[in-house]
């Protein structure tokens, strides 16, 4: 795999739009032609080169391509954007719409994200060593299809609105979450390991959340079922089993109606 | 000696009464006085003979004081600082009439601004959760004839929308409806006893932010499903009395206000609204409102949405429209110092902004496009008074129900003063000088 190294040189006036900082666009390109690449402040259209120095060399492919990005990025948005195979890593904070609508590769922070990380996300590997905003996997703005598929693994706490509309794929919170999660959720995977505060899994038609913490209020269309024991990629212990949200749709099957899941962990 | 014209529409709320009378002199150069209106909309109308009303356009001086200029010099400062901004902000729109709107959003689309109205602090989140799920709705004239459900939910129309009650949805005598209020059942849902909650038949004290956990029991409770024993601190048997009250009915109306999208859950909660609204129309007809507050936003999101695609928030910058509340909405980008300049129009964001966002307002360059002197005038560096639309200058508005309501004039503004559309007008030709196309 071979490697294109940016590092911030100037920052923008206002924030980077950088949806050219993929391995997809800089796959087979010189060092030169990946400074020509387009970035966005505001209405005016800039030179990467005008903001990053580029060295190293890029792959033949994005899928042996890896990008290496250093200094402040916090006002630079987009990055990762619609990726679909190579590999990123971030050492810095980063701000909105990291790995949007990414479908293969991986992308590593180490620092903290801002909102929409992961929007619409259909495959690859999101990993925040940090805290993640709000709207991490979620649908993008009046879509009914939320992230489909892929792996986000934050280390830290992350916002409200995680996993709108999700309808496959897994994520995955180190420490606490906000409001709103896996709402109108048809699918997927959400492990907290920290504490929830409220409305996990509204209008929720399938799809499971495992909570190693606290909840603070089970919405009133979850109702308990029973203690189970699970043990499988790392979720280990007896969980107290919620159904719902009973007011909304259900499929079924064999017969069976099926509903969204809450695990609770009872004891490790 | 003086003339009452009738049928004058009231640009105050999205009520948008089209009974107004008023009495003005027979050159049609004084209003003298207003019938039917309700007090807050006759003040909108006797505040343009206010006596110390500004007429013509000041720049803020260094020292703070005001200096006069004239309507070109305006014109040429608003039009420099959107051309030479990277992107500008162009905020405001729900107290004008359509034509400005329109010829506002071709400045946005020429000088690559986000152009963005007060829906982003009041009714924008209904129009996400309209996104996410649709919206079965209708319009006063039917909620006025056949509505005999009608349920208020975190809105407070006695004092916001003062005619609203008498003129659609409670007192009315409709062609279904010939009993008036005696054969509607009224159902407030507010944590407080406010006036509109006194003449419900039952009123839901919910919990502060506990709006979506109560929408999500309503729907429960519909398909009979067991409940909790409380839900948001109400009793369940009370829950389900109210919801066997709203399916026995011939015909449900929910109005909600911004007790729902701006308290906790936003666009959550009236997306879980909706679902109600849906789920009810298993049973009976029903349909959903949002009480829109000023007397164009709702005229502002149709404009957009026919230009653009989207309502509110609409981020023209890359020569597209792009929308994402959280991103592109006015408080973001003014708190984030994502935009280098700010044009305000037909609104105050000065009082109703959190003070992190006025004072960005404050540090930019800025002007307030606005008959009256507000907070935002205060903090903004050019203030350009224009005719009050729908009194000095007609126009088309949109009620809340989206029907479109061609506002007229009354009286005439005070000499030589221009129209919200005139000078918008004025400052495009000026910036594609200055742009040289």
Same mark, same amino acid.
């Given at each position: 795999?071979?490697?294109?190294?940016?590092?911030?040189?100037?920052?923008?006036?206002?924030?980077?739009?950088?949806?050219?900082?993929?391995?997809?666009?800089?796959?087979?390109?010189?060092?030169?032609?990946?400074?020509?690449?387009?970035?966005?402040?505001?209405?005016?259209?800039?030179?990467?080169?005008?903001?990053?120095?580029?060295?190293?060399?890029?792959?033949?492919?994005?899928?042996?391509?890896?990008?290496?990005?250093?200094?402040?990025?916090?006002?630079?948005?987009?990055?990762?954007?619609?990726?679909?195979?190579?590999?990123?890593?971030?050492?810095?904070?980063?701000?909105?719409?990291?790995?949007?609508?990414?479908?293969?590769?991986?992308?590593?922070?180490?620092?903290?994200?801002?909102?929409?990380?992961?929007? $619409? @996300?259909? %495959? =690859?590997?999101? /990993?925040?060593? +940090? &805290? #993640? !905003?709000?709207?991490?996997?979620?649908?993008?703005? *009046?879509?009914?299809? $939320? @992230?489909? %598929? =892929?792996?986000? /693994?934050?280390? +830290? &706490? #992350? !916002?409200?609105?995680?996993?709108?509309?999700?309808? *496959?794929?897994?994520?995955?919170?180190? %420490?606490?979450?906000?409001?709103?999660?896996?709402?109108?959720?048809?699918?997927?995977?959400?492990?907290?390991? *920290?504490?929830?505060?409220?409305?996990? %899994?509204?209008?929720?038609?399938?799809?499971?959340?495992?909570?190693?913490?606290?909840?603070?209020?089970?919405?009133?269309?979850?109702?308990?079922?029973?203690?189970?024991?699970?043990?499988?990629?790392?979720?280990?212990?007896?969980?107290?089993?919620?159904?719902?949200?009973?007011?909304?749709?259900?499929?079924?099957?064999?017969?069976?109606?099926?509903?969204?899941?809450?695990?609770?962990?009872?004891?490790? | 000696?003086?003339?009452?014209?009738?049928?004058?529409?009231?640009?105050?709320?999205?009520?948008?009464?089209?009974?107004?009378?008023?009495?003005?002199?027979?050159?049609?150069?004084?209003?003298?006085?207003?019938?039917?209106?309700?007090?807050?909309?006759?003040?909108?109308?006797?505040?343009?003979?206010?006596?110390?009303?500004?007429?013509?356009?000041?720049?803020?001086?260094?020292?703070?004081?005001?200096?006069?200029?004239?309507?070109?010099?305006?014109?040429?400062?608003?039009?420099?600082?959107?051309?030479?901004?990277?992107?500008?902000?162009?905020?405001?729109?729900?107290?004008?009439?359509?034509?400005?709107?329109?010829?506002?959003?071709?400045?946005?689309?020429?000088?690559?601004?986000?152009?963005?109205?007060?829906?982003?602090?009041?009714?924008?989140?209904?129009?996400?959760?309209?996104?996410?799920?649709?919206?079965?709705?209708?319009?006063?004239?039917?909620?006025?004839?056949?509505?005999?459900?009608?349920?208020?939910?975190?809105?407070?129309?006695?004092?916001?929308?003062?005619?609203?009650?008498?003129?659609?949805?409670?007192?009315?005598?409709?062609?279904?409806?010939?009993?008036?209020?005696?054969?509607?059942?009224?159902?407030?849902?507010?944590?407080?006893?406010?006036?509109?909650?006194?003449?419900?038949?039952?009123?839901?004290?919910?919990?502060?932010?506990?709006?979506?956990?109560?929408?999500?029991?309503?729907?429960?409770?519909?398909?009979?499903?067991?409940?909790?024993?409380?839900?948001?601190?109400?009793?369940?048997?009370?829950?389900?009395?109210?919801?066997?009250?709203?399916?026995?009915?011939?015909?449900?109306?929910?109005?909600?206000?911004?007790?729902?999208?701006?308290?906790?859950?936003?666009?959550?909660?009236?997306?879980?609204?909706?679902?109600?609204?849906?789920?009810?129309?298993?049973?009976?007809?029903?349909?959903?409102?949002?009480?829109?507050?000023?007397?164009?936003?709702?005229?502002?999101?149709?404009?957009?949405?026919?230009?653009?695609?989207?309502?509110?928030?609409?981020?023209?910058?890359?020569?597209?429209?792009?929308?994402?509340?959280?991103?592109?909405?006015?408080?973001?980008?003014?708190?984030?110092?994502?935009?280098?300049?700010?044009?305000?129009?037909?609104?105050?964001?000065?009082?109703?902004?959190?003070?992190?966002?006025?004072?960005?307002?404050?540090?930019?360059?800025?002007?307030?496009?606005?008959?009256?002197?507000?907070?935002?005038?205060?903090?903004?560096?050019?203030?350009?008074?224009?005719?009050?639309?729908?009194?000095?200058?007609?126009?088309?508005?949109?009620?809340?129900?989206?029907?479109?309501?061609?506002?007229?004039?009354?009286?005439?503004?005070?000499?030589?003063?221009?129209?919200?559309?005139?000078?918008?007008?004025?400052?495009?030709?000026?910036?594609?000088?200055?742009?040289?196309?």
């Amino acid at each position: 795999m071979e490697t294109v190294t940016l590092t911030m040189k100037n920052q923008p006036d206002l924030y980077l739009e950088a949806d050219n900082i993929t391995p997809d666009a800089f796959a087979g390109k010189k060092v030169e032609e990946i400074a020509d690449l387009h970035v966005y402040v505001g209405r005016e259209q800039h030179r990467l080169g005008e903001f990053f120095e580029v060295s190293g060399r890029a792959g033949a492919t994005p899928e042996t391509t890896k990008i290496v990005i250093n200094g402040d990025l916090s006002r630079v948005k987009y990055i990762g954007m619609k990726m679909t195979g190579g590999e990123i890593v971030v050492n810095s904070d980063l701000d909105m719409y990291v790995g949007a609508w990414m479908q293969g590769g991986r992308i590593t922070v180490n620092g903290n994200v801002d909102s929409f990380a992961g929007t $619409g @996300m259909k %495959g =690859g590997e999101l /990993i925040i060593n +940090g &805290n #993640a !905003g709000n709207y991490l996997g979620a649908a993008y703005r *009046g879509d009914w299809r $939320g @992230m489909s %598929g =892929g792996k986000i /693994i934050v280390s +830290g &706490n #992350a !916002g409200s609105d995680i996993g709108t509309f999700m309808t *496959g794929g897994e994520i995955i919170i180190g %420490g606490d979450v906000d409001v709103h999660v896996a709402t109108h959720a048809e699918g997927g995977r959400i492990v907290i390991k *920290g504490n929830a505060k409220s409305r996990l %899994g509204g209008q929720m038609v399938e799809g499971e959340i495992y909570v190693f913490g606290t909840i603070d209020l089970m919405m009133p269309g979850f109702a308990y079922r029973q203690d189970v024991d699970i043990d499988m990629d790392g979720i280990k212990g007896r969980f107290a089993l919620y159904e719902g949200d009973l007011g909304e749709r259900h499929r079924k099957r064999k017969g069976q109606t099926i509903y969204g899941k809450i695990y609770q962990l009872i004891e490790a | 000696m003086s003339r009452t014209v009738t049928d004058v529409i009231c640009p105050f709320c999205g009520t948008l009464c089209d009974d107004i009378e008023v009495v003005v002199s027979d050159d049609g150069r004084k209003l003298h006085e207003v019938y039917n209106a309700c007090a807050i909309g006759a003040e909108k109308f006797l505040h343009s003979q206010a006596k110390d009303r500004i007429t013509r356009p000041r720049m803020r001086q260094d020292d703070g004081s005001w200096k006069e200029i004239t309507y070109d010099e305006a014109i040429d400062y608003t039009a420099r600082i959107l051309v030479n901004a990277k992107k500008p902000l162009m905020y405001g729109w729900s107290s004008t009439n359509c034509e400005a709107q329109a010829i506002g959003s071709e400045i946005g689309e020429v000088v690559g601004a986000v152009v963005d109205n007060t829906a982003t602090v009041c009714h924008g989140t209904s129009l996400i959760a309209v996104q996410d799920i649709g919206i079965p709705s209708c319009t006063l004239g039917e909620v006025k004839n056949r509505a005999d459900r009608i349920l208020f939910w975190g809105c407070n129309p006695a004092h916001a929308h003062p005619r609203h009650m008498s003129r659609y949805s409670i007192f009315p005598r409709g062609f279904f409806t010939g009993k008036g209020h005696t054969a509607r059942k009224v159902i407030v849902v507010d944590p407080r006893p406010t006036d509109t909650a006194n003449v419900a038949d039952i009123h839901l004290q919910v919990e502060q932010g506990r709006d979506y956990e109560l929408f999500d029991a309503f729907r429960v409770a519909f398909k009979g499903e067991q409940l909790p024993d409380f839900v948001a601190g109400i009793p369940k048997e009370k829950i389900y009395e109210a919801a066997e009250m709203l399916k026995s009915g011939r015909f449900v109306i929910i109005f909600f206000g911004m007790g729902v999208t701006q308290s906790l859950g936003k666009n959550h909660n009236i997306d879980a609204a909706i679902a109600v609204t849906r789920d009810l129309n298993e049973y009976t007809k029903a349909a959903i409102m949002p009480m829109r507050g000023h007397y164009n936003v709702t005229g502002s999101g149709q404009v957009w949405g026919w230009l653009f695609g989207f309502p509110y928030a609409v981020d023209l910058s890359r020569g597209f429209a792009r929308y994402n509340p959280g991103e592109t909405t006015a408080n973001d980008l003014l708190r984030r110092d994502e935009v280098d300049a700010v044009l305000v129009i037909a609104s105050d964001p000065g009082a109703h902004f959190p003070f992190s966002s006025v004072r960005k307002i404050y540090e930019l360059p800025s002007v307030a496009i606005d008959p009256h002197e507000t907070p935002t005038t205060e903090v903004c560096k050019v203030h350009v008074p224009v005719a009050f639309v729908g009194v000095e200058v007609g126009g088309c508005a949109y009620r809340m129900d989206n029907v479109p309501i061609e506002t007229r004039k009354v009286v005439e503004p005070p000499d030589g003063m221009m129209t919200d559309e005139e000078f918008l007008r004025r400052v495009l030709e000026r910036i594609k000088e200055l742009q040289g196309v």
